[in-house]
């Protein structure tokens, strides 16, 4: 698999040790929301996504635990100069050697895929609002974020795969990673609120509002979804690996 630099693409088997089980339950049941759609990923392909999924893992983790906002934008711009390849190296003293791994895979594949312009497009985009939720206020505002961030996200894996945004499955798909998104803030509201990941008080109202987007958005998916019934079976699925992934983070 030859690059544009000339070099060749060697991709590695993923290695999900460290790693959240959620994310290789991703992996292992995607299939489901292809099939559904006649789309078929070759071996190639799966394993570029899993690539990917372990580097947002790798990058949640870094930036998660930066606590000073100029900091976090600098290692920010540092991630997006190197998969630009405007910096050969990544440089910033908070990118450790596991971080730096999985950028390195990520940037192969970017530059081996031509989609410089769509993924990195959204990686600004995914940065600009995880930053936003931080310091927003209202209730209204961390929600539409949450959103944004969830439908921006959606476009890192559909640019790989070669997806079209107008695409029925493209459609469904950033609706899906939207709702994680909701999904996520309803279980970890309140240790969000303390780890200073958002600024806006959890309280009843913003679960209700969030139940509600969550519920009447689902029902809308389930019946858009070629098969309903292996779709909630799908989401029934990682909601409980969601809420036992959050019980298990309370009890440590």
């Not at 998969?83 to 950028?103: G, P, Q, T, Y």
């Not at 459609?171 to 969000?192: E, H, N, W």
């Amino acid at each position: 698999m030859k690059i544009a630099d000339g070099t060749f693409l060697q991709l590695t088997t993923p290695n999900w040790a460290q790693t959240r089980p959620i994310y290789k339950k991703l992996s292992d049941e995607f299939h489901i929301l292809l099939d559904a759609y006649n789309i078929t990923l070759d071996v190639e392909k799966k394993v570029m996504l899993d690539h990917l999924i372990l580097g947002i893992d790798a990058v949640d983790k870094c930036i998660d635990e930066i606590t000073d906002q100029y900091t976090r934008n600098a290692v920010c711009e540092d991630l997006i100069l190197f998969l630009e390849d405007a910096n050969k190296e990544l440089s910033h003293e908070c990118i450790d050697n596991d971080l730096s791994d999985f950028m390195a895979i990520l940037k192969q594949i970017v530059m081996y895929l031509n989609i410089e312009k769509r993924f990195i497009g959204a990686v600004r985009t995914i940065f600009y609002y995880t930053e936003m939720k931080r310091h927003v206020k209202k209730r209204s505002a961390l929600i539409e974020y949450v959103s944004l961030e969830g439908r921006a996200t959606a476009e890192l894996p559909l640019s790989i795969m070669s997806v079209d945004p107008q695409h029925k499955f493209a459609k469904f798909f950033t609706t899906l990673c939207m709702l994680m998104g909701i999904m996520d803030l309803i279980v970890d509201a309140r240790s969000d609120y303390k780890l200073k990941y958002i600024s806006v008080r959890p309280n009843l109202v913003l679960h209700f509002r969030l139940i509600y987007i969550l519920v009447i958005s689902g029902i809308k998916m389930i019946f858009q979804f070629p098969q309903p019934f292996k779709f909630i079976g799908y989401c029934l699925r990682f909601s409980r690996q969601l809420i036992a992934e959050a019980n298990t983070d309370k009890n440590k």
